[in-house]
């Protein structure tokens, strides 16, 4: 059958779902598992473009890539972490292959599934979605009650490179961390990894051993935790053979004490956490080592997202010599390698740009709400879940200084609580709206730069929806406050407009 054929035969059956879910990573299929658990019952769908689930951890293959936070609180409340915290892509993926096959979700998710268009219509109540089945090509139509994006938030297919002088010049290979190529031959080879973020701070440890060098060359310095990849708690409870559940639940609640605390010194007294975090690295590279230069950021801690280094491997490399971090700007690419500001030449035989994402809030999905294209960043966010004019949808942001999963499991529960009440009142379209009593609340970005800056946010604010001057329209970033005011929202509050049914119900 032609392609054309395939799409004509497949686009005259539409499939109805009451819940579509955007994408099988973490957030993805945290939904499906809660949709499954909690709302028996409901007809949903999981659709992901990649051939597979993991998202995140999926996409990037680059050597060495793990987690910067740990897995007690990257993994799901309701399984058990049983490994070290900090944890490879290849982990991670088998964790999610077992929440999957536990609990039969793999029937609800299609891969290989990328949804084009979402149109909402508000005479029906419905969205309905274009979607490409990339097996044979087919469009496909699927209409649902409520759209649940679990999409994350940047481009998958493609990383975010700068423009470098003289880039064309460069006689050997340039990659992005993100579309690593498999066939790269590192052995031997002298590698320059630009950047100094986590994906830097993974892989410069990962090459070390193998590559003649590798240079971590970044402009300007990143806050590290190097410390022992356990968990002190979660081993002594484990020799007492204490149940993991209980392990689980104990360890993510000590973790979770001691971030709020580091969080709350960060603001409250930098210098002291500035000196920690540096002694910390001083342990590693010893007293006659730069740290100044090389380790010594400008801004205050937690103003971006602080790595853990387990084991200090990255400092290890450098202490051992077969690493090295050069803090300057490039000037230009050369046949040869990179000619810094400096003057100083590095010379390379791979360049890896370890220098980011490109935003993508919605999934690349052209957006249109009865009829007129959605401008996201036009609309207000309600808590960093819901948008003022966008009916029956939700996006799972998770949080910059936490894990992220923790947000997928609390924003579920607020999902199916929703779900419930709607189902209960006999409605079927819900929309936050600025309340009357709030119409001169003064709107700003997304986040504000000065509280967290990473680039790829401060690139794409425009893209954001924006924020309100009162914590119910923002994302505060602040799970420890959420987990308890999300189970607390009045659903019959003035920001939640309801269509007619509710008010005839
Ligand atoms: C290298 C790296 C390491 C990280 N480490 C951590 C960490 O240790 N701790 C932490 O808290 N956070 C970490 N993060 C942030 C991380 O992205 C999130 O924690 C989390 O994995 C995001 O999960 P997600 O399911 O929301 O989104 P993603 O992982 O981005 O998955 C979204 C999925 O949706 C699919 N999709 C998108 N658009 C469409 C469409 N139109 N149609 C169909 N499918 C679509 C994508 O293909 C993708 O598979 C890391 C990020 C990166 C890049």
């Known amino acids: 059958m032609t392609q054309a054929a395939a799409a004509t035969k497949s686009s005259s059956k539409t499939e109805h779902f009451d819940v579509l879910i955007v994408g099988a990573g973490i957030s993805g299929v945290g939904a499906a598992y809660h949709l499954k658990t909690q709302l028996p019952g409901t007809t949903f769908v999981a659709l992901e473009t990649q051939e597979t689930f993991g998202g995140t951890w999926t996409t990037h293959k680059y050597p060495g890539i793990r987690s910067d936070s740990d897995l007690h609180t ?52 419905l969205w309905t979605l274009q979607v490409e089945r990339k097996s044979d090509g087919a469009l496909l139509t699927m209409t649902c009650g409520f759209l649940w994006m679990c999409q994350g938030y940047y481009r998958h297919s493609k990383g975010y490179t700068p423009e470098w002088a003289g880039m064309e010049n460069f006689k050997g290979r340039i990659v992005h961390p993100q579309t690593w190529p498999e066939d790269l031959d590192y052995k031997g080879k002298r590698m320059i990894v630009i950047g100094s973020g986590a994906t830097a701070a993974t892989l410069v440890p990962a090459v070390a051993n193998d590559t003649a060098h590798v240079t971590m060359l970044q402009r300007s310095p990143t ?6 990849n356990a968990i002190d708690i979660a081993e002594q409870l484990r ?15 000590q973790i979770l004490k001691m971030q709020d605390e580091f969080t709350t010194r960060s603001k409250e007294d930098p210098e002291s956490v500035k000196a920690e975090l540096l002694g910390a690295v001083k342990l590693f590279l010893g007293e006659d080592y730069d740290i100044e230069k090389h380790f010594t950021p400008k801004y205050r801690p937690w103003r971006q997202r602080i790595a853990f280094i387990p084991d200090g491997d990255l400092f290890q490399g450098i202490a051992s010599g077969k690493a090295s971090v050069v803090t300057d700007e490039i000037d ?64 799972v942001f998770g949080y910059f200084r936490a894990s992220w999963t923790l947000r997928v499991d609390i924003v579920a529960d607020f999902v199916v609580r929703l779900l419930k009440h709607m189902k209960k009142t006999g409605t079927k379209r819900v929309e936050v709206a600025i309340p009357p009593s709030l119409k001169d609340m003064k709107l700003s970005t997304w986040i504000d730069p000065e509280d967290f800056n990473p680039g790829y946010v401060m690139r794409g604010m425009h893209l954001l929806p924006r924020r309100g001057d009162r914590r119910e329209w923002q994302h505060t970033q602040d799970y420890w406050h959420e987990k308890d005011e999300l189970p607390k929202i009045d659903l019959d509050g003035e920001e939640f407009v309801y269509d007619k049914a509710k008010v005839d119900a």
């Open 74 to 125: 990257f993994g799901y409340r309701f399984k058990p972490w049983v490994g070290p915290p900090i944890a490879a892509a290849s982990e991670i993926l088998k964790y999610m292959n077992e929440v999957i096959d536990d609990n039969d979700l793999g029937k609800h998710i299609r891969y290989g599934h990328t949804i084009k268009r979402a149109e909402w219509s508000g005479k029906d109540n």
């Open 332 to 395: 230009r690419f050369t046949e040869k390698g990179i000619l810094l500001k400096s003057g100083q030449e590095l010379e390379a035989d791979i360049i890896v740009t370890a220098t980011g994402f490109d935003l993508e809030p919605l999934g690349e999905i052209d957006f249109h709400i009865n009829g007129k294209p959605l401008k996201f960043g036009d609309t207000v966010t309600y808590r960093g879940m819901m948008f003022t004019g966008v009916p029956n949808m939700l996006w």
């Open 239 to 253: 020799a007492l053979q204490v149940d993991e559940a209980w392990i689980h639940e104990i360890t993510r609640r």
């Open 223 to 228: 806050y590290f935790i190097p410390g022992r």
